[in-house]
DNA sequence: GCCTTTACTTCCTTTTTGGTAAGTATCTGT
DNA sequence: ACAGATACTTACCAAAAAGGAAGTAAAGGC
């Protein structure tokens, strides 16, 4: 993470990647497994769930309950600090659905433009 | 930009990269000139302002003004759809502001970690 | 004729991110 | 003794994003 000045950026350093608003948002809903979260997220890999989840645990959104039970199980939820980034995934998820036909039309519109 | 499902997902990928938050920031005080934008975005390099405006534009979250001089003067502005992003940008920032202090900790604390 | 200004573009390299496939540890059940 | 379950890790490769340096076009001023 580098230096930045620009308030609104600093947010988003937190979200960055294909996969951290979505696991974050899923965990909204309460704890959630490795397993679990896992196939509630089409197309992630074992290695990048293990991967985000741990920069998330780093930078202190999500809380990691091990039980030592075996086989092994793992909590992940969210933390206050986590949760204090309600406002924005909010403000984003209100975004998508106001815009959601502007939204499906940029998109054929931009897939056109890539196969010219 | 792939298919998406995960309706927080969507709107991330309109301010995805390195600067487009940081472009639309600027543009919300107001219409900038390439040069001026250029000057204001400590750091960044002609190839990527082009680049970023360029899919700006084609995301139409901006109005690219074109004036028929020598030499060339093109201004940026915010369309309608660049500007119903407010609430999310404005979330980012009260979220940046309000946890300022927690922020700088993590980064001086992850800053750590990567050097050990 | 040449330098300056502005808004770019192009080519090339580096860095970052994402993905695939296989392997590991440990206990339970058969 | 071996397969299954769970939560990972590791090594390697591919793709995407970012960056540097140089070049381009066109008019005006000296």
């Keep these: 993470m580098a230096q930045n000045i620009c308030p609104v950026e600093t947010g988003l350093q937190f979200l960055s990647g294909r996969w951290k608003a979505r696991i974050l948002w899923k965990l909204y809903n309460g704890t959630l497994r490795f397993g679990e979260l896992r196939r509630g997220l089409s197309g992630i890999t074992e290695k990048m769930l293990a991967q985000q989840l741990k920069e ?6 999500i809380i990691r309950t091990q039980y ?12 206050p600090f986590g949760r204090s980034l309600t ?6 998820k209100q975004w998508g659905n106001d815009n959601q036909k502007q939204i499906i039309r940029l998109k054929n519109q931009n897939a056109k433009l890539e196969t010219k």
Tied chains: 1, 2.
Excluded at 87 to 92: I, K, M, R, S
């Design 87 to 92: 406002p924005v995934l909010e403000a984003l």
């Design 56 to 61: 998330l645990e780093r930078d202190q959104l």
């Design 68 to 79: 030592p039970e075996m086989p092994p199980r793992v909590e992940y939820s969210l933390s």
